[in-house]
């Protein structure tokens, strides 16, 4: 089985404080998150720490699906990551880079993850569908940040 990665990077217009505030409140993840996912927290933090866990569910074409993840590292104001421990994917490990720039605060998401379904997995669609995730994504922290 491959890992597949994901990596974007984004400059907002705030603060490194401000901006890691705003990763650091869980709840912000639904106002970032495409609304066709049906996203729902259902158990969080009121902030995130290492060691937190957030429960959510979600709707991934029609199919509910829960989603436990866990915030392995935690280094404020620079970054975090979390993995997911039961979800869709076999691996999902998503790690959040902060950096201060002259034009405010250059964000970097790595994300390695992994399909079930060995050879048969529909890896181009995922891919996609994650794509589109964090396009999606990228257009909100445009207007929230």
């Given amino acids: 089985m491959t890992d597949l990665e994901l990596e974007r990077t984004q400059l907002v217009p705030r603060c490194l404080d401000e901006t ?18 049906h996203f729902r927290i259902l158990d969080a933090p009121d902030r995130l720490e ?6 959510y569910r979600l709707r991934l074409y029609g199919i509910p699906v829960r989603w436990l993840t866990e915030i392995e590292s935690w280094q404020p104001p620079r970054g975090f990551s979390d993995r997911q421990l039961r979800g869709p994917y076999l691996l999902w490990l ?14 970097y998401d790595n994300v390695r993850y992994r399909v ?20 999606y994504r990228a257009a909100r922290l445009r207007e929230l940040l």
């Fill in 20 to 37: 890691f505030a705003f990763f650091a409140d869980p709840h912000n993840l639904e106002a970032i998150t495409p609304p066709w996912l």
């Fill in 50 to 55: 290492r060691g937190s866990f957030l429960r």
């Fill in 94 to 107: 998503h790690s959040h880079r902060f950096a201060p720039v002259a034009a405010g605060t250059e964000i």
């Fill in 116 to 135: 079930p379904g060995g050879p048969l997995a529909p890896t181009r669609l995922v891919r996609r569908l994650v794509d589109e995730i964090f396009d």
